[in-house]
Protein backbone atom coordinates (compact mmCIF):
# COMPACT_ATOMS: atom_id res chain seq x y z
CA UNK A 1 0.00 0.00 0.00
CA UNK A 2 0.92 3.95 -0.07
CA UNK A 3 2.01 5.67 2.69
CA UNK A 4 3.40 8.79 4.48
CA UNK A 5 6.16 7.29 5.91
CA UNK A 6 9.33 9.17 7.60
CA UNK A 7 12.69 7.41 8.62
CA UNK A 8 14.15 9.98 10.93
CA UNK A 9 12.50 12.28 13.25
CA UNK A 10 12.25 16.13 11.25
CA UNK A 11 14.01 14.01 8.16
CA UNK A 12 12.53 13.96 4.83
CA UNK A 13 8.90 12.77 4.03
CA UNK A 14 7.77 10.51 1.25
CA UNK A 15 5.04 8.03 0.04
CA UNK A 16 6.37 4.56 -0.15
CA UNK A 17 4.88 1.26 -0.50
CA UNK A 18 5.27 -0.56 2.84
CA UNK A 19 3.16 -3.56 3.61
CA UNK A 20 -0.52 -4.02 4.40
CA UNK A 21 -1.01 -4.31 8.08
CA UNK A 22 -3.07 -7.32 9.43
CA UNK A 23 -5.69 -7.18 11.80
CA UNK A 24 -4.88 -8.09 15.59
CA UNK A 25 -7.47 -10.46 17.54
CA UNK A 26 -10.08 -7.82 18.58
CA UNK A 27 -9.06 -5.27 16.18
CA UNK A 28 -9.58 -4.33 12.32
CA UNK A 29 -8.09 -2.83 9.43
CA UNK A 30 -9.85 0.39 8.20
CA UNK A 31 -9.05 1.14 4.24
CA UNK A 32 -8.81 5.06 4.90
CA UNK A 33 -11.12 7.22 2.82
CA UNK A 34 -10.20 10.00 4.78
CA UNK A 35 -7.36 11.78 7.38
CA UNK A 36 -7.05 14.97 8.48
CA UNK A 37 -3.56 16.48 8.73
CA UNK A 38 -3.49 17.76 12.62
CA UNK A 39 -0.39 19.40 14.20
CA UNK A 40 0.05 16.19 16.27
CA UNK A 41 1.15 14.30 13.45
CA UNK A 42 4.00 17.15 13.24
CA UNK A 43 4.63 16.69 16.66
CA UNK A 44 5.17 13.14 15.77
CA UNK A 45 7.58 13.85 12.98
CA UNK A 46 9.97 15.92 15.24
CA UNK A 47 10.28 13.50 17.70
CA UNK A 48 7.85 14.93 20.40
CA UNK A 49 6.24 11.48 21.14
CA UNK A 50 8.28 8.98 22.81
CA UNK A 51 5.95 6.16 22.00
CA UNK A 52 7.05 6.75 17.96
CA UNK A 53 9.36 4.30 16.66
CA UNK A 54 11.12 4.53 13.55
CA UNK A 55 10.65 4.13 10.32
CA UNK A 56 6.79 5.93 11.02
CA UNK A 57 3.47 6.26 9.16
CA UNK A 58 2.00 9.30 10.77
CA UNK A 59 -2.31 9.93 10.74
CA UNK A 60 -4.51 9.64 13.51
CA UNK A 61 -7.60 11.76 12.27
CA UNK A 62 -9.72 9.06 10.05
CA UNK A 63 -12.37 7.52 8.58
CA UNK A 64 -12.69 5.01 6.15
CA UNK A 65 -14.80 1.37 5.59
CA UNK A 66 -13.81 -1.79 6.99
CA UNK A 67 -11.80 -3.66 5.12
CA UNK A 68 -10.74 -6.73 7.27
CA UNK A 69 -11.57 -7.99 10.74
CA UNK A 70 -9.59 -9.52 13.43
CA UNK A 71 -10.78 -12.69 15.84
CA UNK A 72 -13.62 -11.78 18.33
CA UNK A 73 -14.77 -8.88 16.88
CA UNK A 74 -18.83 -8.58 17.77
CA UNK A 75 -20.15 -5.37 16.18
CA UNK A 76 -18.11 -4.81 12.93
CA UNK A 77 -18.49 -5.88 9.64
CA UNK A 78 -16.64 -5.71 6.17
CA UNK A 79 -17.97 -2.82 4.74
CA UNK A 80 -19.17 -1.00 7.90
CA UNK A 81 -18.42 3.19 7.67
CA UNK A 82 -16.55 3.96 10.50
CA UNK A 83 -14.23 7.20 12.17
CA UNK A 84 -12.03 6.66 15.72
CA UNK A 85 -10.80 8.29 18.69
CA UNK A 86 -7.57 9.04 18.30
CA UNK A 87 -6.87 7.14 21.89
CA UNK A 88 -7.79 3.64 21.23
CA UNK A 89 -8.85 2.40 24.74
CA UNK A 90 -8.13 -1.35 26.36
CA UNK A 91 -11.69 -1.39 27.07
CA UNK A 92 -10.46 -3.52 30.56
CA UNK A 93 -8.40 -1.04 32.74
CA UNK A 94 -10.02 0.89 36.09
CA UNK A 95 -9.75 3.55 33.85
CA UNK A 96 -12.14 1.95 31.14
CA UNK A 97 -14.27 0.71 33.55
CA UNK A 98 -15.19 4.12 35.00
CA UNK A 99 -15.97 5.73 30.88
CA UNK A 100 -12.92 7.17 30.53
CA UNK A 101 -11.81 5.47 27.75
CA UNK A 102 -9.66 8.92 26.39
CA UNK A 103 -7.08 8.41 29.39
CA UNK A 104 -7.19 4.26 29.23
CA UNK A 105 -3.88 3.16 30.99
CA UNK A 106 -3.41 0.24 28.02
CA UNK A 107 -4.43 3.34 25.18
CA UNK A 108 -2.65 2.60 21.57
CA UNK A 109 -3.26 5.53 19.14
CA UNK A 110 -2.50 5.13 15.87
CA UNK A 111 -0.23 7.26 14.34
CA UNK A 112 1.83 7.14 17.69
CA UNK A 113 2.10 3.82 18.95
CA UNK A 114 1.57 2.08 15.60
CA UNK A 115 1.40 3.05 12.16
CA UNK A 116 -1.30 5.48 11.24
CA UNK A 117 -3.85 6.33 8.68
CA UNK A 118 -2.07 8.60 6.48
CA UNK A 119 -1.96 5.69 4.14
CA UNK A 120 -4.26 3.18 1.79
CA UNK A 121 -5.20 1.21 5.15
CA UNK A 122 -4.61 1.43 8.91
CA UNK A 123 -4.81 -1.31 11.58
CA UNK A 124 -7.02 -0.32 14.84
CA UNK A 125 -7.64 -2.33 18.32
CA UNK A 126 -10.05 -3.00 20.19
CA UNK A 127 -12.52 -2.16 17.61
CA UNK A 128 -15.54 -3.15 19.57
CA UNK A 129 -14.41 -0.66 22.02
CA UNK A 130 -13.59 2.40 19.76
CA UNK A 131 -15.07 2.48 16.62
CA UNK A 132 -17.58 4.85 15.88
CA UNK A 133 -20.17 4.47 12.97
CA UNK A 134 -20.44 7.01 10.72
CA UNK A 135 -24.12 8.01 9.49
CA UNK A 136 -24.75 7.66 5.71
CA UNK A 137 -25.64 11.26 5.66
CA UNK A 138 -22.20 12.40 7.06
CA UNK A 139 -19.32 12.31 4.40
CA UNK A 140 -16.57 10.77 5.22
CA UNK A 141 -13.96 13.72 4.75
CA UNK A 142 -15.96 15.68 7.33
CA UNK A 143 -16.10 12.24 10.09
CA UNK A 144 -11.83 12.25 9.90
CA UNK A 145 -12.04 15.53 11.59
CA UNK A 146 -13.77 13.34 14.32
CA UNK A 147 -10.91 11.00 14.79
CA UNK A 148 -9.30 14.01 16.75
CA UNK A 149 -9.48 17.57 16.41
CA UNK A 150 -13.37 18.68 16.34
CA UNK A 151 -14.27 15.80 19.11
CA UNK A 152 -11.08 17.23 21.12
CA UNK A 153 -12.59 20.36 21.20
CA UNK A 154 -16.17 19.69 21.69
CA UNK A 155 -15.37 17.33 24.93
CA UNK A 156 -12.88 20.75 26.11
CA UNK A 157 -15.63 23.09 26.00
CA UNK A 158 -18.85 21.14 26.78
CA UNK A 159 -17.70 18.42 29.05
CA UNK A 160 -14.39 20.02 30.57
CA UNK A 161 -14.91 23.90 29.69
CA UNK A 162 -18.57 23.14 31.32
CA UNK A 163 -19.50 26.37 29.04
CA UNK A 164 -23.16 27.92 29.39
CA UNK A 165 -24.98 30.13 27.38
CA UNK A 166 -23.80 33.83 27.80
CA UNK A 167 -20.31 33.11 29.31
CA UNK A 168 -17.45 34.41 27.89
CA UNK A 169 -14.67 31.67 26.19
CA UNK A 170 -11.30 32.82 24.99
CA UNK A 171 -9.88 30.31 22.34
CA UNK A 172 -6.41 30.74 22.02
CA UNK A 173 -4.89 29.53 18.84
CA UNK A 174 -7.16 29.29 15.75
CA UNK A 175 -5.87 26.41 14.13
CA UNK A 176 -8.25 23.25 13.48
CA UNK A 177 -8.91 22.70 17.01
CA UNK A 178 -9.33 26.14 17.99
CA UNK A 179 -11.67 26.58 14.82
CA UNK A 180 -13.83 23.58 16.18
CA UNK A 181 -13.93 25.67 19.42
CA UNK A 182 -15.05 28.39 18.38
CA UNK A 183 -17.90 27.19 16.26
CA UNK A 184 -19.07 24.51 19.16
CA UNK A 185 -18.68 27.41 21.88
CA UNK A 186 -20.99 29.61 19.66
CA UNK A 187 -23.11 26.66 19.64
CA UNK A 188 -23.67 26.20 23.40
CA UNK A 189 -24.38 29.89 23.60
CA UNK A 190 -21.28 31.02 24.49
CA UNK A 191 -19.68 35.07 23.68
CA UNK A 192 -16.37 33.98 21.80
CA UNK A 193 -12.98 36.30 22.09
CA UNK A 194 -10.47 34.27 19.08
CA UNK A 195 -6.70 34.96 19.56
CA UNK A 196 -4.55 33.93 16.87
CA UNK A 197 -1.11 35.40 14.83
CA UNK A 198 -2.56 34.94 11.54
CA UNK A 199 -5.25 37.31 10.04
CA UNK A 200 -6.53 35.03 7.85
CA UNK A 201 -7.39 32.44 10.72
CA UNK A 202 -9.04 35.41 12.68
CA UNK A 203 -10.83 36.04 9.66
CA UNK A 204 -12.69 31.99 9.82
CA UNK A 205 -13.05 32.96 13.15
CA UNK A 206 -15.10 35.68 12.85
CA UNK A 207 -16.96 33.88 9.98
CA UNK A 208 -17.73 30.92 12.57
CA UNK A 209 -19.45 33.14 14.88
CA UNK A 210 -16.34 34.82 17.35
CA UNK A 211 -17.82 37.73 18.63
CA UNK A 212 -14.65 39.49 19.15
CA UNK A 213 -10.77 38.50 17.60
CA UNK A 214 -7.23 39.45 19.12
CA UNK A 215 -4.09 39.72 17.38
CA UNK A 216 -2.16 37.45 19.15
CA UNK A 217 1.03 39.44 19.06
CA UNK A 218 -0.93 42.08 21.60
CA UNK A 219 -1.11 42.58 25.17
CA UNK A 220 -3.69 39.07 25.27
CA UNK A 221 -4.74 38.78 28.59
CA UNK A 222 -5.29 42.43 28.86
CA UNK A 223 -7.31 42.57 25.21
CA UNK A 224 -9.42 39.43 26.78
CA UNK A 225 -10.05 41.25 29.78
CA UNK A 226 -11.40 44.27 28.06
CA UNK A 227 -13.65 42.82 25.78
CA UNK A 228 -14.62 40.71 28.21
CA UNK A 229 -15.42 43.18 31.44
CA UNK A 230 -13.10 41.49 33.85
CA UNK A 231 -11.74 38.04 31.77
CA UNK A 232 -13.03 34.94 30.20
CA UNK A 233 -14.95 32.38 31.98
CA UNK A 234 -13.60 29.61 30.23
CA UNK A 235 -9.82 30.06 28.44
CA UNK A 236 -8.72 27.04 26.28
CA UNK A 237 -4.98 26.60 24.87
CA UNK A 238 -5.55 25.60 21.59
CA UNK A 239 -2.28 25.38 20.27
CA UNK A 240 -0.19 24.07 23.12
CA UNK A 241 2.82 26.39 23.65
CA UNK A 242 4.14 28.42 26.54
CA UNK A 243 2.69 31.22 25.42
CA UNK A 244 -0.40 30.81 24.51
CA UNK A 245 -0.55 28.55 27.89
CA UNK A 246 0.37 31.71 29.78
CA UNK A 247 -1.67 34.04 27.91
CA UNK A 248 -4.64 31.76 28.62
CA UNK A 249 -4.97 31.15 32.54
CA UNK A 250 -4.28 35.26 32.52
CA UNK A 251 -6.98 35.61 30.16
CA UNK A 252 -9.71 34.27 33.08
CA UNK A 253 -12.19 36.03 35.04
CA UNK A 254 -12.03 35.05 38.88
CA UNK A 255 -13.67 31.04 39.43
CA UNK A 256 -12.58 31.02 35.80
CA UNK A 257 -11.68 27.68 33.78
CA UNK A 258 -8.34 27.11 32.01
CA UNK A 259 -8.67 24.26 29.42
CA UNK A 260 -5.34 23.09 27.96
CA UNK A 261 -6.17 21.05 24.76
CA UNK A 262 -3.02 21.80 22.44
CA UNK A 263 -0.04 19.51 23.17
CA UNK A 264 2.91 21.09 25.48
CA UNK A 265 5.69 19.02 24.34
CA UNK A 266 8.90 19.54 27.06
CA UNK A 267 10.95 20.23 24.15
CA UNK A 268 9.26 23.03 23.44
CA UNK A 269 9.66 24.68 26.93
CA UNK A 270 7.70 23.96 29.47
CA UNK A 271 4.80 26.52 30.66
CA UNK A 272 5.08 28.80 33.36
CA UNK A 273 1.34 28.60 35.15
CA UNK A 274 0.71 31.47 37.68
CA UNK A 275 -0.07 29.26 40.51
CA UNK A 276 -0.65 32.49 42.57
CA UNK A 277 -3.25 33.22 40.52
CA UNK A 278 -4.56 30.30 40.32
CA UNK A 279 -4.89 30.11 44.13
CA UNK A 280 -5.72 33.98 44.26
CA UNK A 281 -8.46 34.05 41.46
CA UNK A 282 -9.32 30.46 42.24
CA UNK A 283 -8.86 28.90 38.60
CA UNK A 284 -9.37 25.83 37.29
CA UNK A 285 -6.68 24.36 35.53
CA UNK A 286 -7.74 21.32 33.63
CA UNK A 287 -6.56 18.82 31.18
CA UNK A 288 -8.52 17.80 28.22
CA UNK A 289 -7.62 14.49 25.97
CA UNK A 290 -9.74 13.45 23.15
CA UNK A 291 -13.08 12.05 23.27
CA UNK A 292 -14.29 8.49 23.92
CA UNK A 293 -16.23 6.34 21.53
CA UNK A 294 -18.84 6.30 23.63
CA UNK A 295 -19.93 10.30 23.74
CA UNK A 296 -19.74 10.04 20.21
CA UNK A 297 -23.65 9.82 19.99
CA UNK A 298 -24.33 12.99 21.16
CA UNK A 299 -21.65 15.01 18.88
CA UNK A 300 -23.14 12.93 15.64
CA UNK A 301 -27.11 13.88 16.92
CA UNK A 302 -25.49 17.78 17.19
CA UNK A 303 -24.14 17.62 13.86
CA UNK A 304 -27.62 15.66 12.16
CA UNK A 305 -29.55 17.93 13.92
CA UNK A 306 -27.92 21.01 12.09
CA UNK A 307 -26.45 22.48 15.67
CA UNK A 308 -22.61 21.48 14.62
CA UNK A 309 -21.30 21.74 11.23
CA UNK A 310 -17.71 20.33 10.97
CA UNK A 311 -17.64 20.10 6.92
CA UNK A 312 -16.88 24.35 7.35
CA UNK A 313 -13.62 23.39 8.93
CA UNK A 314 -12.16 21.50 5.73
CA UNK A 315 -10.71 24.10 4.13
CA UNK A 316 -8.96 22.13 1.67
CA UNK A 317 -8.82 18.29 0.36
CA UNK A 318 -5.50 16.97 -1.00
CA UNK A 319 -3.82 13.50 -1.86
CA UNK A 320 -1.41 11.66 -0.39
CA UNK A 321 1.19 13.23 -2.53
CA UNK A 322 0.92 16.49 -0.94
CA UNK A 323 0.73 15.97 2.19
CA UNK A 324 4.49 15.90 2.77
CA UNK A 325 4.63 19.97 2.52
CA UNK A 326 1.36 19.92 4.15
CA UNK A 327 2.38 18.21 7.46
CA UNK A 328 5.47 20.29 7.22
CA UNK A 329 4.01 23.47 7.34
CA UNK A 330 1.07 22.54 9.38
CA UNK A 331 -0.59 25.66 10.50
CA UNK A 332 0.49 27.76 7.90
CA UNK A 333 -2.92 27.86 6.06
CA UNK A 334 -6.63 28.09 8.43
CA UNK A 335 -8.74 25.48 9.01
CA UNK A 336 -8.44 21.42 8.26
CA UNK A 337 -6.46 19.98 5.27
CA UNK A 338 -7.66 16.43 4.73
CA UNK A 339 -6.04 13.86 2.55
CA UNK A 340 -8.93 12.47 0.21
CA UNK A 341 -6.89 10.13 -2.35
CA UNK A 342 -4.15 7.72 -1.71
ZN1 LIG B 1 -4.72 15.33 16.18
ZN1 LIG C 1 -8.32 0.91 29.27
Known amino acids: MRALVFESFAGPLSVQEVPVPDPAPGGVVVRVAASGICRSDWHAWQGHDADVVLPHVPGHELAGTVEAVGGGIRRWRVGDRVTVPFVNACGRCAQCAAGDHQVCAHQTQPGFTHWGSLAEFVALDAADVNLV ?18 ATAFRAVTQIGRVRPGEWVAVHGCGGVGLSAVQIAVAAGARVVAIDVSAAALDLARQLGAEHTVDGGADVPVAVQDLTAGGAH ?109
Not at 134 to 150: F, K, M, N
Not at 322 to 337: C, F, K, Q, T
Open 133 to 150: AVPEELDLTTAAALGCRY
Open 234 to 342: VSLDALGAPVTCGNSLRSLRPRGRHVQVGLLPPEQGRAEVPMERVIALELEVLGSHGMAAHAYPGLLGLIAAGRLDPGRLVTRTLALDESAPALADVGRRPGIAVVTSF
